[in-house]
């Protein structure tokens, strides 16, 4: 037994050891313009093809407010920003893809009880507004952009809090008029990942859901039919956000959860997908809205951060697969992050962080190597 602990002990220093030391580093500058609105949730894409990344924020969730795209000198640093449209919208949700085929970023807005929204890309960040998806009137909470019916094209996803959740096939031009539903009437779903849980080829849809309802694991028959659902966590949480990744490196997708008032878990997939072997990652019951993840310090694991409502944006470093974590505090106050993603903002193949705060600032942080004192 004393030889066993040795060894784990020697492993996990030398897990520690083969990681970077970082740190997030944010100021005045490194914000996506001065306003403080009802920021809801970003997405990174190279809008106008210049090579980096620029920020598309989707603003106003249950109030009319203007969404608005940052534009990236090349350094990282939003220096031009412009309106998405001149007009003001009940956003939940933008996402940045190629809808219509053409090798440009296109926008699909999802908005609270008003019609979700298509805008086209001309290539250099010109939009055109391009009609709806989904239904006028639903409580749209998040959207998932992801070729669902792998035919070659990009097809729109949406989660409807308290209304039947859709999926909106496109027709190859981006036109999404044929729905296909999902779940029931009265889900409660915020969040959505897909991926094949099955390893049958196909892509399975796994939901978070709020109000103490069960979350799901939704499998795909072939065809679009996701009548076979299989249940993970406790069955009363308060899940707001999820991501699908194969934390522990078996071959099995895990899934991450950020739940409200509880603490954050990663539930182990396996080839009987029962998710009952699990890890609490974040001990702390605070109200998680939302979670990304990809490897931060380099040494090869998927690392977590976590965005809360009124307490500190926290990341979580992943050491032995899963099973001993690193947290870290990002430095500004207990805001309201509705959204936070990771991505490479300064082209030094670091992945950096990006909030979305709700009546705040939208802060970035830039991944650095800790530089130590000598």
């Known amino acids: 037994m004393k030889r066993l602990f040795f060894l784990s002990l020697t492993l996990f ?6 990681a970077q030391e970082i740190e997030f580093v944010t100021n005045s500058r490194l914000i996506l313009g001065p306003a403080k609105d009802k920021s809801a949730s970003i997405s990174p894409g190279d809008i106008d093809g210049d090579g980096d990344l620029d920020v598309l924020v989707a603003d106003g969730r249950h109030w009319p407010q203007t969404n608005k795209i940052f534009f990236n000198n090349g350094s990282g640093i939003f220096t031009v920003s412009k309106f998405l449209e001149n007009v003001s919208e009940t956003s939940y949700a933008a ?25 086209i890309n001309d290539g250099k960040g010109n939009f055109q507004k391009s009609g709806s998806f989904g239904n006028n009137n639903s409580p749209t909470r998040n959207l998932k952009t992801v070729d669902i019916d792998l ?7 949406i989660t409807n809090r308290g209304y039947v959740n859709e999926i909106c ?9 044929n729905i296909v539903n999902f779940g029931s009437s009265d889900d409660s779903t915020i969040d959505i990942d897909v991926a094949d849980m099955d390893q049958d080829g196909d892509l399975d849809l796994i939901l978070a859901n709020r109000d103490g309802q069960q ?11 996701f009548k076979e659902r299989i249940p993970f966590g406790t069955g009363t949480d308060e899940t707001r956000s999820l991501s699908v990744k194969d934390i ?31 890890v609490i990652f974040d001990t702390k019951k605070a109200n998680s809205f939302s979670l990304d993840t990809g ?21 979580f470093l992943n050491f032995d697969k899963g099973k001993t974590w690193k947290d870290i505090s990002l430095e500004n106050g207990e805001f309201l992050t509705y959204d936070i993603i990771l991505s490479d903002l ?23 190597e800790l530089k130590k004192n000598n």
């Open 346 to 368: 300064n082209n030094d193949n670091r992945l950096d962080i990006i909030e979305s705060n709700s009546d705040e600032i939208n802060y970035f942080y830039f991944n650095r």
């Open 151 to 157: 035919d070659g094209d990009i097809d729109i996803l």
């Open 215 to 225: 979350n799901y694991v939704y499998l795909n028959d072939g065809n679009l039919n």
């Open 95 to 119: 996402e940045l893809a190629d809808l219509d085929g053409d090798g440009y970023l296109d926008v699909a807005v999802g908005n609270d009880m008003a019609p979700n929204k298509i805008y």
């Open 248 to 278: 522990d490196q078996d071959g099995f997708l895990d899934i991450i959860t950020a739940n409200i008032g509880e603490p954050n878990v990663i539930y182990f997939g396996n080839s009987k997908l029962t998710f009952d072997r699990k």
């Open 295 to 315: 490897d931060l310090d380099g040494n090869g694991m998927i690392d977590i951060v976590v965005a809360n409502s009124g307490e500190q944006n926290m990341v």
């Open 169 to 177: 096939l496109n027709d190859g031009y981006g036109k999404f008029e």
């Open 13 to 18: 220093f030398q897990l520690w050891a083969n």
